[in-house]
């Protein structure tokens, strides 16, 4: 790969503060960018203040600056063709094309690519009638799943325990469009039950190699309890995802996809994440993003071994190699610390105290995610504020230093989930 490499990262949460943090460990890096960041990021590398999908100025930016290599952090951008683009302008770019994409911008686009590829995933049903949607609910028994087919920031997954509930779902997303045009269609799914875990892999359209598994802890408050979020914390390995699991994983999702999509003509280059429910050793795919996820990607590159940017660079090149993906056997947890309000809202402003503290704690890095600076201060500039993340020997280990290290930092209202990992140790880790 060459040298002094200049890199441009897009986006602004936790999950790109870890892939900076990762990157700037490359010998490979002469400079890295990212556009626009946020208050931790500022501290590994130069932010620019590029909105994530100003895909035009985004494109200008990296022209300008001779940019070797560009990685896109979330999804937005990706929809909007920024590879589409980049590719376009001769410029290398780590990350699938708008079409290929749509795995994660179009739930009814997804189904249909599991359906044709054979790949395990619960029967559903797309609508772009809302009385044609509640005949068809009205003929289920609960729990009820409905789903916005497009991109709704995390939020347009629906449970409904009763009917009336369900009903109102579907005048929310395809009435009232809460979502906008990503309601237009809603796929309405058969309810799985089981444990989740999310599974991703580095491909760069035909080889794939693995990443260590992970699982998120989607609702809001202890014991999976309150309204889901984008993610309130997350732990590696998830033990629910044995290697016998893993391997079926790969043989059944991740292989067909790959080989699929590429024969169907829109090849998939980039991170494809799936995830999984499973129930009795067995899995069925809820859904496929496009993307690292948020706050998987913490615990996940804590572990990462190899370099990074030879790993974005090689795939983005299609000359990916499972050599070049190395992990630690350790463990690590990602709790993630939200603002006074989140999900519904996100108070901002307020000023957080103790992140030095919390950093100096052995195996802890404290990713920030909606943050920002305010003079001498650092102060809170959204929902999920940052990721408290440690590595151990052992979960328990990870879990212990993270929480301690949360104990540091304060910000009025600030909540966190306590009970991260804790499914693990059901497990018998
Ligand atoms: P998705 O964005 O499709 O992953 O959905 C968000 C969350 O809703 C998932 O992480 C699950 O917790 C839940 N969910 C989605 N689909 C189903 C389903 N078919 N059965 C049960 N839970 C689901
Ligand atoms: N943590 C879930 C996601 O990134 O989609």
């Not at 040298?3 to 870890?18: D, T, W, Y």
């Not at 896109?72 to 302008?89: C, H, N, S, T, W």
Request: aromatic share 6%.
């Amino acid at each position: 790969m060459k040298q002094h490499m200049k890199v441009l990262l897009v986006g602004s949460g936790g999950r790109e503060h870890a892939m900076a943090w990762k990157l700037a460990q490359s010998p490979n890096l002469e400079k890295l960018y990212v556009a626009p960041g946020n208050a931790g990021i500022a501290q590994v590398a130069t932010c620019v203040d590029i909105a994530a999908d100003n895909v035009d100025a985004l494109l200008a930016f990296a022209t300008r600056e001779r940019i070797d290599l560009t990685v896109v952090g979330p999804e937005v951008p990706l929809m909007k063709g920024i590879a589409d683009r980049f590719q376009a302008a001769g410029l290398a770019i780590f990350g699938p094309s708008a079409r290929a994409a749509r795995i994660e911008g179009s739930k009814a686009f997804s189904k249909e690519i599991m359906t044709r590829y054979g790949v395990p995933t619960a029967g559903a049903w797309a609508f772009t009638d809302p009385d044609q949607a509640k005949a068809r609910l009205a003929r289920l028994s609960p729990p009820y799943v409905i789903k916005a087919d497009g991109l709704a920031a995390g939020k347009g997954v629906v449970i409904a325990e009763t009917l009336d509930e369900a009903n109102q779902a579907i005048d929310d997303m395809m009435v009232e469009r809460v979502f906008g045009d990503a309601g237009g269609k809603v796929v309405i799914e058969e309810f799985l039950d089981g444990e989740e875990a999310s599974f991703l892999v580095f491909t760069d359209g035909e080889t794939i190699v693995p990443m260590v598994s992970a699982q998120d802890h989607k609702r809001v408050f202890d014991g999976d309890r309150g309204p889901n979020t984008g993610g309130m914390g997350a732990y590696s390995p998830a033990p629910v995802m044995t290697p016998e699991l893993e391997k079926r994983a790969l043989e059944q999702a991740m292989r067909p996809v790959v080989d699929g999509m590429r024969a169907d003509g829109m090849p998939f280059q980039g991170i494809l994440y799936a995830g999984l429910m499973i129930k009795d050793g067995a899995f069925k795919v809820l859904e496929f993003n496009a993307r690292f996820g948020d706050p998987e990607t913490q615990p996940i590159l804590m572990r990462l071994d190899s370099d990074l940017l030879a790993i974005f660079d090689a795939a983005a090149h299609g000359r990916l190699t499972p050599d070049l993906v190395r992990w630690s056997d350790a463990a690590a947890v990602c709790v993630v610390l939200a603002s006074a309000g989140y999900p519904e809202t996100a108070s901002k402003g307020c000023v957080i105290t103790g992140l030095d503290k919390a950093a100096a704690y052995e195996g802890v890095t404290v990713f920030h995610a909606g943050t920002a600076r305010d003079g001498k201060n650092i102060v809170t500039a959204g929902g999920r504020v940052l990721g408290v993340t440690a590595r151990a020997a052992d979960i328990q280990g990870a879990i212990d230093r993270a929480y301690n290290a949360v104990g540091q930092i304060h910000c009025e209202g600030m909540h966190y989930r306590r009970d991260i990992g804790a499914k693990a140790a059901r497990h018998g880790h």
